[in-house]
Every structure is written in structure tokens, then in C-alpha cells.
């Protein structure tokens, strides 16, 4: 099965070449194959496969809309749509044998809300296209119409439906080439090999148990015991608080989980069932990490979903010296700007640094727990929207000092060419990007708002008003160094 085994890894790899977020299930619950674009994606895609089913029939040609975090979505404006699929001659199932599903993304923004009603549009499971019918236009319209809706809704949904369509075509032509078996018995074996491969990778961390414990400056603390167990590693969350601002699933505290795992491993390996099933996590039932509608999500989802992803690495680090490495990644800091003149949108995201290990320095200005789409060039902001980028570049010095440096921030002065409206924000422990071994730390974020020559530190969360001529400077977080220097 081994040549198999790398057959299937091949194949699917060569199939889903440069798709960001994409899914293929097997309708007897077996996650196939997986990219992922946010860490979040590891645990809600299979999440919404593995339920929407027990509730929509999804025939082979079916497609199914969703965005609702409860039913395994992400944050509002990134969309899930799935498709039925049957690649089998001889399936004689009641509904598609497997499912294809990718995520896409719509107008991002930065949304401070106290529940999930109040941050966009949500869409549960909604069927949108059937074999026989073709496309529910009038239900499409009736979404994107919504005054919720983002309002490019319409584009990037059209979008999406041509790309999954196009990738279902290619998935279908590829398996003819290379005439890879997909029969559910011959997908089991890969399963079973791909596990063996993580269980393998398991054995050579070196203790069994580790235990730690960490408190937020905005209120939340939670306790992790991790128990290298004989084939998963086991992650027991204990004494975690509720919290006012932080709101996860299970399912998106499971791909933090699996990223942090998945970030020590120095060769590839597929994302399916077979890894999956050697991550095991036990969560309270009232607390932030395991919240239930309509508790928002926003800001767990894009910002509290990286600081469990950093938590959890440390622990892991602590069962094997060689995973060890100072704190980084963040600091991530957003900014959303609605002008009120021209009714134009811009948001932007900018990265931290990484924190340096005792082999490598950290890298500058980089987001290791997801994997962003090309995003706009200085000169097509400018074109766009009332700003002038007036300069970016690395933050110099922010990263801590050590044998190995820490990754450097970044820094880019925003000038508004017409008043208004600003919300930003940085994810927020309440200390600088730790050092190790007597590394020192790296700087925190700032946001510093300039005008008329008057310089104003900011809070590292706010919404406030500019006008034509205030420049608003973001400076992201370094990462730790290792070692001292």
C-alpha cells in the first residue's frame, strides 16, 4: 500500500494545485483530503460535511450554501459551498457519494458585535442547485438582496459556483488518467496509511505530559493538560472562563489544535481522517472555547483562533526540546475604513513576526496560522480609495534579541485624503512576544493616530472618526528571540 499511499498523496495534490480552502469528503464520514487557508477551516469543513448531510439529502450535481459558524462555518463574510459528486459507476447510494467543498471569501470588515445576528448576514445550510432544476435563482437573489448581504455577494457566489463546477470537471477527468481507485475500501487503506505516517511522527516526542495555564489582559484564562497518549495526542482544556469578547467552536478549536501539531512537522503530510484522528481535545461545555449560538464570532474566529494555535504550540513544545522556539505570530493588527464622501470600503490586515528558535532566527512580517490570498498592490489602493500609503516597511528592531533574532513587525502610515469612519484592532495578551533561554521579548502592536503634528497612542481596539489629512501609523508586533545573545 505504500506506492499507493504516495499515488493518492500525488494525485490529490496535482487535483487541488493552488485551490486555498477546498474539501473532499467521502460520504461514510472520511475526510480525503484537505487545504486549508485559515487554521479555522482544519475543523469547520469537515464539521459542515460530516452534519449538513443528516439534514439535506445532497444528490450528485446538488449544491448547498452555508456561512453559519453552529453548522460548520467560519466567520460571516467566508462562505462554505458544497457539492454532491459521484465518481463511482456502480454507487447505487440515495445521495452523492462524496461531497466537494470549497470556502470563499466576500468583502472582508472588521466587526465589533455582541451577538451573531448583528455581524452580517447569516445563511444556514441552504440548497442552492439541484441536477434537475439547476440554480435556485430566485433564493439567490432573495440571499444576496438581503440588506445584510455583503455586496459582492452576487459576484463572488457566481464565482464560486463556475470554480467548484470547473474543479468537480477536473476531479472527474484526473481520476480517468490516472485511474486511482476510489472505491470505499481502497480510500479506507490510504486512511489507515496516512494515520500510520502521524503516529509515527507521534513517537518521536519524547515526554508524555505536560501542563500549563495562561490569563489574557482582557479577562480570559484557560488551563491545558496534554497527554501523549499511544496513537493521538490528547488535549484537555480545564478552568477556561467565559469571556466578553472571545467566542470559538469546538470544531475551530480543533484546527488551532491540529495547525499547532501540524507546524512541528518537517516533511508534508495530507490533512484527512487518518491524521485527524490522532488529535483528540476534551473542552468544557460552558466556557469561550465551546460557545454556542448567537454568541459572535468574529473575533475568536480571525484573531483568538491564532493566540490558541500559539497557546497550545508551547504546550506541545514542552514535550520535545527541539520544538521549542520564542513567542510570536502575535499582533496581527486589522483595520477597517469606511469613507462617508465616496461610500468606499478598504480593510486591511497586517502581519506580526515570528518568534526565533534554536536553530533559525524568526521571519519578519508573516502569518503563520494562515495563508492569505494575494492581496492589492500600494498603487491599486491608492487608485481605489481616497488614501495615500505613505510608506511600509519592516518594523527594525521589534524583534527580541538572542542567539537568533526574532522576526521583525512591519509598519504602514495610512494618510486619509477624506473624513472617515476607523475600527481597529490587535489581538491582545497582555505581555510582548515572549523571548526563551534568555532571549529578550519582542515589541507589542501600536496604532498611532497623527494629526496637525499631534502624535496619539491608540488603544489597541477602538472605532473613531478621522478626518482629511489624519495619518493613522500601525506598528505590528515582533517576535521573540532565543537564546541570549
Avoid at 460535511?49 to 443528516?54: A, S
Avoid at 447505487?92 to 462524496?98: D, H, I, P, V, Y
Avoid at 463546477?165 to 496509511?193: A, R
Avoid at 476534551?282 to 468574529?298: E, M, R, W
Amino acid at each position: 500500500m505504500k506506492n499507493q499511499y504516495f499515488e493518492y498523496q500525488d494525485f490529490f495534490e496535482e487535483v487541488f494545485y493552488n485551490c486555498p480552502s477546498v474539501i473532499l469528503f467521502h460520504h461514510s464520514g472520511i475526510t480525503l483530503h484537505m487545504e486549508q487557508e485559515r487554521i479555522t477551516d482544519l475543523g469547520t469543513l469537515p464539521k459542515a460535511c460530516y452534519e449538513i448531510p443528516k439534514y439535506f439529502p445532497i444528490d450528485d450535481g446538488s449544491m448547498i450554501l452555508l456561512n453559519d459558524p453552529y453548522s460548520g462555518g467560519g466567520i460571516l463574510s467566508n462562505f462554505t459551498l458544497l457539492l454532491g459528486v459521484n465518481l463511482n459507476k456502480d454507487y447505487k447510494g440515495k445521495s452523492a457519494e462524496f461531497l466537494l467543498g470549497i470556502k470563499f471569501i466576500v468583502r472582508p470588515s472588521l466587526v465589533f458585535a455582541d451577538n451573531l445576528e448583528n455581524e452580517g448576514l447569516k445563511v444556514p445550510p441552504t440548497p442552492i442547485f439541484d441536477k434537475k432544476n439547476g440554480k435556485n435563482q430566485a433564493l439567490i437573489e432573495a440571499i444576496c438582496s438581503h440588506p445584510s448581504a455583503p455586496g459582492d455577494l452576487k459576484f463572488h457566489l457566481e464565482k464560486a459556483i463556475e470554480e467548484i463546477s470547473s474543479l468537480k470537471e477536473k476531479l472527474e477527468t484526473s481520476i480517468n488518467i490516472w485511474k486511482i481507485p476510489m472505491d470505499q475500501k481502497s480510500l479506507e487503506k490510504y486512511i489507515h496509511h496516512s494515520n500510520e505516517r502521524m503516529i509515527d511522527f507521534l513517537t518521536q516526542i519524547r515526554l508524555a505530559k505536560a501542563k500549563y495555564k495562561e490569563q489574557w489582559i482582557t479577562g480570559e484564562s484557560l488551563g491545558l493538560s496534554l497527554e501523549k497518549q499511544e496513537k493521538k495526542l490528547f488535549f484537555d482544556f480545564f478552568e477556561v472562563s467565559k469571556s466578553e469578547k472571545y467566542h470559538l467552536t469546538q470544531a475551530a478549536v480543533f484546527g488551532a489544535c491540529f495547525a499547532s501539531v501540524l507546524n512541528l512537522l518537517e516533511t508534508k503530510i495530507p490533512i484527512n481522517t487518518g491524521t485527524m484522528d490522532c488529535i483528540e481535545l476534551k473542552i468544557p461545555k460552558d466556557c469561550f472555547l465551546n460557545s454556542s449560538y448567537p454568541a459572535p464570532v468574529y473575533l475568536g474566529f480571525t484573531e483568538a483562533s491564532g493566540l490558541i494555535a500559539n497557546f497550545t504550540a508551547k504546550l506541545v513544545a514542552k514535550l520535545n526540546k527541539e520544538y521549542q522556539s520564542a513567542e510570536g505570530n502575535i499582533g496581527t493588527c486589522s483595520l477597517d475604513v469606511s469613507f462617508e464622501k465616496s461610500n468606499l470600503h478598504f480593510f486591511d490586515r497586517l502581519q506580526s513576526g515570528l518568534g526565533a528558535s534554536a536553530q533559525n532566527d524568526g521571519v519578519s512580517a508573516v502569518d503563520k496560522w494562515s495563508h492569505d490570498v494575494l492581496k492589492a498592490s500600494i498603487e491599486e489602493i491608492e487608485k481605489r480609495f481616497p488614501l495615500h500609503i505613505r510608506s511600509t516597511s519592516i518594523r527594525p528592531g521589534s524583534g527580541g534579541n538572542g542567539t537568533h533574532q526574532g522576526g521583525n513587525g512591519m509598519i504602514r502610515s495610512y494618510i486619509f485624503k477624506e473624513s472617515a469612519k476607523i475600527k481597529w484592532f490587535s489581538a491582545m495578551t497582555g505581555h510582548s512576544p515572549d523571548g526563551f533561554m534568555g532571549g529578550s521579548s519582542g515589541l507589542g502592536p501600536q496604532f498611532l493616530l497623527v494629526r496637525d503634528s499631534d502624535k496619539k497612542r491608540l488603544e489597541l481596539m477602538g472605532e473613531m472618526q478621522v478626518e482629511a489629512g489624519d495619518r493613522l501609523d500601525i506598528l505590528t508586533a515582533g517576535g521573540g528571540g532565543f537564546g541570549e545573545d
